[in-house]
């Protein structure tokens, strides 16, 4: 299978089972868009004919072409065949090693955010903090549970994990107390509105936290639209100040500024060049998901113009990179020579089996966006895995699973996409959200060029004559 697209004035073939990614001139273009179904010699007539007025475009030379293209698939790297669908469903029936906990320890939030799928941080519950005692009891789980895994992975999650600080830094304190003992290596990751962000959570999650995720939407008006404490005043400006200072303090430890884009505000490209402009330079804008009736939802008129912004951040990006000054956008960062492993490209994120969330009270589900919904609690921290039918299905929640995914160029690069979008959208875990596919290949394309531009040594627009 190979895909074929233009854009930012560069023609790009992809080979979608062996990750080739060609950049090519006008005319190998069409001859390979024409290779598997045309007889060579009508390939060549059809060319002769569409550039009759190119002196440079010869007999000779289409045929030279013809022998490259055809050089390039007996060494793999074009028209390559499916070799991994008789491995898929084989990977995760190999082990119920678990990686990685989400702890829920904050069932309750300091924002009221209209779009949150936690409902303003109660996930359709009674309000909670997790104790120290069943956050303790959910490392040792993990810990158990690894296998000969060393690094283990946890987010402090919420609602607004800083309503409970207290206990985030007692955990954290446990998990460096028994590491040595038990061969592990903890990677915390803490998630943020950043209202309570004071001097000690930069201090210790600057020590502590492998990564940190701050919630901001973007433009002062955009951000608090939706983002308003429970009085009905908005958090931009109690917010901002609070992140330059953190982001700033990180130095060279990861974060990234994590927003989300609605029907009101589809020119979101504007949000991240304001993020940038305030000196964010990790950035991740995702699109709302949601009910179709509510009225930020995005619809289908707005995928023209969503296509264009990420157009936009694209070649804005390479302009930025051409400059000195570049930033990161979360979902172009690809890498096409060391990339995920096959294992990886085929299972996806791991939820409900490799990776799970944790209640305030112990209870287990397989993703933090499941959590509330009693048809997937898997069981809890100190039974373990009880519902383990359930934890099978997720199992083999892979990307050949998904029927719809069938003919999809970019399934190895979103491993079918989250299981948690397909069941709100289909009622199924092994579905697919059609919207958020059709973003995902947009960005796979945006991508995919930029890594074109950078493997040409072109950081900056080009017209195709002069590739």
């Known amino acids: ?29 069409d001859m390979i868009a024409l290779y598997e179904n045309t007889p060579h010699e009508e390939i060549i007539r059809l060319m002769l004919e569409k550039y009759a007025d190119r002196e440079d475009v010869t007999d000779a030379d289409l045929r030279q072409c013809l022998e490259d293209i055809e ?46 799928f936690a409902s303003q941080g109660k996930y359709h519950g009674d309000r909670a903090l997790m104790s120290f005692e069943v956050g303790k009891r959910a490392l040792d789980f993990l810990v158990e549970n690894s296998g000969k895994r060393v690094n283990l992975e946890v987010d402090f999650f919420g609602g607004e994990p800083l309503m409970n600080w207290d206990v985030v830094k007692r955990l954290v304190a446990y998990a460096r107390s028994i590491e040595k003992e038990k061969g592990k290596n903890f990677r ?21 936290m492998s990564n940190v995720v ?34 700033k303090a990180r130095g060279d430890k990861s974060y990234y500024v994590r927003g989300t884009y609605t029907h009101n505000n589809i020119d979101f490209t504007n949000d991240l060049f304001h993020l940038a402009d305030l000196g964010f330079t990790e950035l991740s804008m995702e699109p709302v998901v949601c009910a179709p009736t509510d009225p930020y939802a995005l619809t289908e008129e707005d995928k023209p113009e ?94 050949y699973a998904r029927r719809d995914c069938d003919n999809c160029w970019a399934r190895l690069y979103c491993s079918g996409g989250c299981a948690a979008n397909a069941y709100h959208a289909t009622g199924d875990i092994t579905g697919t959200y059609e919207y958020g596919c059709d973003l995902f290949r947009k960005r796979m394309e945006c991508a995919i060029m930029m890594e074109a531009a950078r493997g040409l040594g072109d950081t900056a627009e080009k017209n195709p004559e002069e590739k």
């Open 71 to 116: 050089e390039l698939k007996n060494s793999g790297r074009l028209f390559t065949q499916d070799k991994f669908a008789g491995i898929a469903f084989d990977f995760k029936k190999r082990s119920n090693v678990i990686k990685a906990l989400c702890l829920h320890v904050a069932h309750t939030c300091n924002l009221n955010c209209q779009y949150c």
């Open 306 to 399: 969503l296509y264009r912004q990420y157009e936009i951040l694209a070649e804005d990006m390479l302009r930025r990179e051409r400059e000195g000054k570049p930033i990161t956008f979360y979902h172009y960062m690809i890498d096409l020579k060391h990339g995920p492993c096959i294992y990886k490209r085929i299972s996806g994120c791991g939820a409900g089996t490799e990776y799970m969330a944790v209640t305030p009270w112990g209870d287990l589900y397989p993703c933090h966006q499941f959590v509330g919904d009693e048809k997937y609690l898997m069981g809890n921290i100190w039974d373990g895995v009880t519902n383990k039918d359930l934890r099978d299905r997720f199992k083999l929640t892979n990307v």
């Open 188 to 208: 915390f990751t803490l998630t943020t509105n950043g209202v309570l962000v004071d001097d000690d959570v930069i201090e210790f999650a600057n020590r502590e």
């Open 1 to 29: 299978m190979i895909h074929q697209y233009k854009l930012n004035g560069y023609n790009i073939v992809l080979d979608v089972y062996s990750g080739s990614i060609h950049v090519v001139d006008e005319v190998a273009y």
């Open 214 to 247: 701050m919630s901001i939407d973007g433009r002062k008006e955009v951000h608090d639209r939706l983002r308003k404490d429970y009085a009905g005043r908005g958090s931009y400006d109690t917010i901002i100040p609070k992140f330059q200072k953190f982001a």
